[in-house]
């Protein structure tokens, strides 16, 4: 005997999709939900539909259903260069000026494709890149590819293509980047080396258990994914890619999906076809003047300058011996979200001279506490020690800017017990040596 699921039920399904996988349907799309569960219904033959919801919506029970039903909700609509204005912008206004910019320093380029559906848009980029950058053999480049999806990156890691991904893609295109054979277009390696794949949904709590480090990216294109979300989701994923672009990095997104109030931390940059939006920079030479006009605390002579130079330095660099980098790898494999347990791995790294672990320990701590002032110091006395003067400076600015608010006297957390004051003095004396460097 059929049963069928009730108003109040396929509610109930509504909130689970949409709490497990961000999808949400509005009231004026619960047909749509609809049609999506009877295709379910029918893929799985069971007639009892509120058995087949609590399956679904049981955890050890719905793991497979769950991988059936996402390739049913998710939508596979996607072609190579897709919306040429906005990739042609792309070009034009990030990477050619990011590459023009690198060449002069470390030739790398982080890019993540959030929501590549089965692979046209990352490789896109890979080849408009393998396009613009002669040399580029000699870069380091990473394209991370997400989506939910799984039936769509086992298509996307194959590399071959029907014609209908190509309806808008220039011959020369394709002779230069893919081999045919019969029907199918196979991309050749030149471009595909470049991309990775991985699976990603934008609901887990902490992406970095999912990914290679996500970190300092310089481009996050999510273009026509957000638009199935609701508002309060998709708020909180931008947060999310905010925090994880470098300052000055860049967000794509679609047209339709270009709602200014959702992007409250980013500046848009527009043309009359296409909109993206640059990861607003905060300098720290406005707030650096509320701590200089405070003569008590800024006033001192050049013996307790000396002093404060060289002693408070030095309790910044110490460890406690109880961090152990065995210590802080079993406290992380407890509790992988806890800021302190990836500073003490940090700091050892740092006590080390571990430098590019310890930069990347740092950065760790960051993404998952991002007013951390101390970690942006170190992650700065890091860069010196390498060499990275430009990204030293750009540190230095993220911890004066979140020292500017408080009161001098006031101890810093995590400093060992550092002030505002003799912190901001610190991280001033390191920044005047790289603008002297």
Not at 137 to 151: E, F, G, R
Request: proline share 3%; net charge neutral.
């Amino acid at each position: 005997m059929r049963v069928n699921l009730s108003a109040h039920e396929l509610l109930r399904l509504r909130d689970f999709i949409r709490n497990e996988w961000g999808i949400y349907f509005s009231n004026d799309r619960i047909n749509c939900l609809e049609r999506h569960w009877k295709r379910l219904v029918e893929h799985t033959e069971i007639d009892d539909e509120r058995l087949l919801l609590n399956n679904l919506m049981n955890a050890k029970n719905g793991e497979n259903l769950h991988l059936i039903f996402i390739q049913l909700l998710t939508v596979g609509e996607t072609y190579f260069m897709r919306e040429r204005h906005t990739l042609a912008f792309l070009e034009d206004a990030v990477l050619l000026p990011l590459i023009k910019e690198r060449m002069k320093t470390e030739k790398r380029l982080r890019i993540w494709s959030a929501g590549c559906c089965t692979g046209e848009e990352p490789y896109s980029i890979a080849m408009m890149l393998c396009s613009i950058i002669p040399d580029i053999h000699l870069w380091d480049i990473q394209i991370l590819a997400t989506d939910i999806n799984p039936k769509y990156l086992n298509k996307a890691k194959n590399r071959e293509y029907g014609s209908w991904s190509f309806r808008q893609t220039d011959d020369s295109i394709k002779q230069r980047f893919f081999t045919r054979k019969n029907n199918v277009w196979k991309l050749n390696t030149q471009a595909a080396k470049l991309v990775s794949f991985y699976p990603l949904n934008f609901m887990s709590k902490d992406y970095s258990t999912k990914l290679p480090p996500l970190f300092d990216i310089d481009l996050i294109v999510c273009r026509n994914v957000l638009m199935y979300f609701h508002m309060a989701d998709s708020i909180k994923i931008i947060k999310k890619f905010y925090n994880i672009l470098t300052d000055g990095g860049w967000l794509a997104v679609g047209a339709s999906e270009s709602c200014h109030t959702m992007f409250e931390q980013f500046d848009p940059v527009c043309t009359s076809n296409a909109c993206i939006y640059q990861k607003r920079i905060k300098y720290y030479d406005c707030k650096i003047a509320t701590l200089e006009n405070d003569q008590d605390n800024h006033v001192i002579n050049q013996k307790e300058n000396y002093m404060v130079q060289h002693e408070d330095y030095e309790r910044t660099s110490r460890i406690s011996s109880s961090h152990t980098l065995k210590d802080a790898m079993r406290a992380i494999t407890t509790d992988k979200l806890h800021p302190d347990h990836h500073r003490a791995k940090a700091m050892f790294y740092q006590s080390t001279l571990s430098i590019d672990k310890a930069i990347q320990s740092w950065k760790t701590v960051l993404f998952l506490s991002p007013l951390d002032t101390m970690a942006h110091f170190n992650l700065a006395r890091i860069f010196v020690l390498k060499g990275s003067l430009y990204d030293a400076r750009r540190c230095c600015s993220n911890a004066l800017c979140l020292l500017g608010e408080q009161n001098p006297s006031t101890e810093v957390p995590n400093s060992d017990g550092l002030n505002v004051s003799e912190l901001v003095r610190l991280i001033v004396q390191i920044n005047d040596g790289t603008m002297n460097a």
